[in-house]
């Protein structure tokens, strides 16, 4: 079974440095996904390849679907209103697409702020921004870039159930990359670790969750006792 | 500051092969003139004079990370400076030697507030400096106003009149040489070396403690007493000015052959100049035969600085001299510099 | 009292020349990021062709747009030169279009000559106020607020106008979101372009064109322009309009000099006002 994300042997140098080294990754259609890994192990350079927007030295992605992103540090038009970062979230969609209402549905916390400029927001309230304008695109799998990063827990908590209800209620496939390892492993069916470049570890999030070297390394060396 | 600004380097790369160029140019400035037919001699004094300035502006250009759209300005306070000076019975040589003290002295008053500026900002403000000049000189009846400043009397030294253009391609040569001479030794000074640093990062230069404000004035107020002191020498060989001797694209062309050169090189701004000069003069030769329309100069001559930038600019960005540096060095590699 | 009317009025005029020069320089930076210096280039290029199809008989309007198309597609070309490579820096491409400005006068030198050029714009005039000035300088100012209300709704209100925000908002998320970045430049110079043109060929019939009258426009406009931080339209217009008003104030007071040392002056305090205010690059400690 093929997924919807297919990464094989991918090689990214920044200016000679190795920045992804031989790097495989899967994601299936409909499946959460989580990328750990420590700062600078590759991550965000992942994400960029996955969006185009770096050229990788060697390897094959094969992204099949709609693919949006929701990048690391929110990344608002900070000067354009809620509304109008929701409407060019769909700007690929041509017109039609640029109805916001779904998005609104989902989010009902943004209607009264929607003429608000995005530069003025809190960051949960930004990051919602920020899912909302990627779910404008209608992606079959969103990549979500640090979605608790500078976010108060409650609101992580939050932000997380609505990534849950998502996958349960539309099926949207969603690779997540995140510096919380224990919120990521909770959310997720499978876990990659990423490691100074190359994959380190992958398999189901609750066994990489008991494997001692990830309790060492991700989770404050505490193993979670799980029945 | 000055100790600090014109003490040499230990690092002996660049200096040796610049200590063979500086021959070479020496030689070059003493050989060529006498050689040169009377009418290349004024293209010859041209180009000593515009490579000065264009030393400076290089400096400019390439160490304090700047762009200068209004050199000329400074050109154009030597001239005026020297010619006045002279008109009012001053002797030449002192009127020589004021011309780029003035130029340097105004670079400062100006540089104060202006270079907390950077980018096109400075860009513009430098611009906007040498058309407000020129608008003050056009209406300064005291310097000639519109018309210009007539009667300038010619160079003298040690009582001897320069009244040939051979003395005059000497007196430009010799100030060339010297420009030249000082920007080497900034470049390789421990000054020079920070500048560089903060051409590319600046926060990380100013938190070293480097005093890059004041260097950077410094090297304001050098690339004008360079621009001031060629305006001096071009006010007596000349004898007349105007302000539309210095017209804003004479601060362009500055530009331009600095960066065809390559910027914060000691060679490149010299190379540049020559190439600019020589190429227009052959194309005016060519648009000035019988049968070319009469606006053919300046057409040629504008096409001429836009392509050569632009080509420069967007393919050859360290400009000439680096260029073929770095392609006599993939052909000799034992030539490399340690 | 019927002479201040008067020169706010011509002030006004030629201040909206000023401001669309000006704020074509700020669609530019806005979305590119690129100070374009030959933005001035496009004004004289615009008012030369018209002077050129007025001559050959074309009626008044149809002459005028063939001017401001020249506009745009000199924009366009500028664009496409300045910001087509790849990887080039903004300061890279402010040099690329000081050259581009001086290919513009071996161009407008070769098909025009260097003598200055005029046409007709609108003839008569009017009084108001018990102050008579030329009926022209009202028709600029008539054209030139409905192409500023435009500017303001097309930039607010249309998705291609958020697009182009969004650009210099956020260049990074703009390409996140699948927004072409460089076309929006490209789409961005081509505005601009058209805005100097309109420049042009609403004031040349006012204050005749050579083919270096660019270097005074850019000027003024990016004092205009600079007054709204290069990124301000609204402020921009604002700027023109003062540097127009002031520049006539004085030459009517001040009989007929220093107009030109009023702008620059006013646009270098500007500047070292703002650098100051924002601070700049904290000086080292001594």
């Known amino acids: 079974m093929t997924g919807v994300i297919e990464v094989r042997d991918l090689t990214v140098r920044y200016s000679g440095a190795t920045a992804l080294d031989g790097v495989d990754l899967t994601v299936h259609a409909g499946e959460l996904v989580a990328l750990i890994g420590a700062n600078g192990a590759g991550k965000s350079t992942l994400v960029k390849v996955l969006s185009g927007l770096v050229h990788p030295a060697s390897g094959t992605i094969t992204v099949d679907g709609r693919l949006a992103q929701v990048p690391e540090g929110r990344e608002m038009f900070g000067d354009l209103t809620v509304d109008d970062n929701l409407r060019l979230g769909g700007w690929r969609n041509g017109r039609k697409g640029r109805d916001t209402t779904h998005v609104y549905d989902l989010f009902p916390d943004l209607i009264p702020i929607r003429a608000r400029r995005a530069g003025a927001l809190s960051g949960g309230q930004q990051q919602m921004v920020a899912i909302g304008r990627a779910l404008m695109a209608r992606p079959d799998i969103l990549v979500v870039d640090e979605l608790s990063l500078g976010l108060a827990p409650l609101i992580v908590t939050t932000l997380v159930g609505h990534l849950r209800s998502l996958h349960a209620d539309r099926g949207l496939a969603v690779l997540l990359i995140e510096q919380n390892a224990r919120l990521a492993l909770d959310l997720c069916h499978r876990a990659y670790v990423l490691e100074s470049g190359r994959i380190a570890l992958h398999g189901a999030a609750a066994d990489l969750a008991r494997d001692p070297r990830v309790a060492a390394a991700y989770l404050g060396g505490h193993v979670p006792v799980t029945p | ?338 | 009292m019927s002479d201040l009317v008067g020169y706010l009025l011509t002030g006004l005029g030629i201040g909206a020349g000023f401001a669309l020069v000006g704020s074509g320089l700020v669609v530019i930076h806005r979305v590119t990021g690129v100070v374009n210096f030959a933005q001035g280039s496009f004004a004289v290029l615009a008012a030369l062709l018209t002077s050129t199809l007025l001559g050959a008989g074309l009626p008044h309007g149809v002459a005028e747009a063939g001017g401001v198309a020249l506009g745009a597609v000199a924009g366009l070309i500028v664009g496409v030169i300045a910001i087509g490579r790849p990887g080039t820096s903004p300061g890279t491409s402010l040099i690329v279009t000081l050259g581009l400005g001086v290919l513009a006068y071996a161009i407008e030198v070769l098909i025009w000559g260097d003598q200055p050029r005029s046409f007709p714009g609108l003839t008569g005039v009017a009084e108001i106020g018990g102050a008579r000035i030329p009926a022209h300088y009202l028709l600029i100012i008539a054209v030139a607020a409905p192409v500023f209300l435009f500017l303001a709704w097309f930039f607010a209100r249309t998705d291609l106008g958020r697009a182009l925000s969004a650009c210099s908002s956020n260049r990074y998320a703009a390409r996140v979101v699948g927004i072409d970045v460089r076309r929006m430049g490209l789409l961005a110079f081509l505005i601009g372009g058209a805005l100097g043109g309109l420049a042009g060929v609403l004031t040349t019939p006012v204050q005749q064109v050579t083919f270096d009258s660019d270097v005074v426009l850019i000027v003024n406009g990016f004092a205009a322009a600079v007054l709204g931080g290069l990124t301000r339209p609204v402020i921009a217009l604002a700027g023109g309009l003062l540097l127009g008003v002031a520049q006539t104030l004085t030459a009517g007071y001040g009989g007929g000099a220093y107009q030109v040392e009023v702008a620059l002056v006013l646009m270098l305090t500007v500047m070292i006002v703002q650098a100051a205010r924002t601070g700049g690059i904290p000086e080292p400690a001594r």
């Open chain 2, 1 to 338: 500051m000055t100790a600090g600004l014109l003490r040499p380097a230990s690092a002996a790369g660049t200096g040796r092969a610049a200590r063979w160029w500086l021959a070479g140019f020496t030689i070059l400035g003493l050989a060529l003139p006498p050689l040169l037919p009377e009418r290349h001699l004024a293209t010859f004094v041209l180009f000593a004079l515009t490579a000065t300035v264009t030393v400076g502006v290089s400096l400019l250009m390439g160490y304090a990370g700047q762009v200068s759209l209004g050199q000329a300005a400074f050109y154009a306070i030597g001239a005026y400076a020297a010619g006045l000076l002279a008109v009012h019975g001053v002797p030449s040589l002192l009127g020589l030697l004021l011309a780029p003290v003035i130029a340097a002295v105004a670079a400062v008053l100006l540089g104060a507030p202006l270079l907390r500026l950077r980018g096109h900002h400075l860009a513009f403000a430098t611009l906007a400096v040498q058309l407000i000049l020129l608008s003050l000189l056009a209406q300064a009846d005291w310097a000639g106003g519109a018309i210009g400043l007539q009667g300038i009397p010619r160079l003298t030294i040690l009582g001897y009149e320069l009244r040939e253009d051979l003395g005059y391609a000497y007196a430009a040569s010799l100030v060339l040489a010297l420009a030249v001479l000082i920007a080497r030794n900034v470049i390789v000074s421990r000054a020079g070396r920070a500048l560089r640093a903060a051409a590319t990062s600046e926060t990380a230069a100013a938190a070293s403690g480097v005093p890059i404000g004041r260097y950077r004035l410094a090297v304001f107020a050098l690339s004008a007493a360079m621009a001031g002191l060629a305006g001096g020498v071009y006010a007596y060989y000349l004898g007349y000015l105007s302000p539309g001797s210095f017209p804003v694209l004479l601060s362009i062309e500055f530009v331009v052959m600095a960066v065809v050169g390559g910027l914060g090189t000691i060679t490149g701004p010299v190379a540049g100049a020559a190439v600019v000069i020589v190429l227009v003069q052959v194309l005016n030769t060519l648009a000035t035969r019988p049968g070319m329309p009469g606006y053919a100069p300046a057409v040629l001559s504008y096409a001429v600085y836009a392509v050569v930038l632009i080509l420069c600019v967007l393919y050859l960005p360290k400009g000439l001299v680096p260029a073929l540096r770095r392609a006599t060095r993939a052909t000799a590699p034992d030539r490399r510099q340690s």
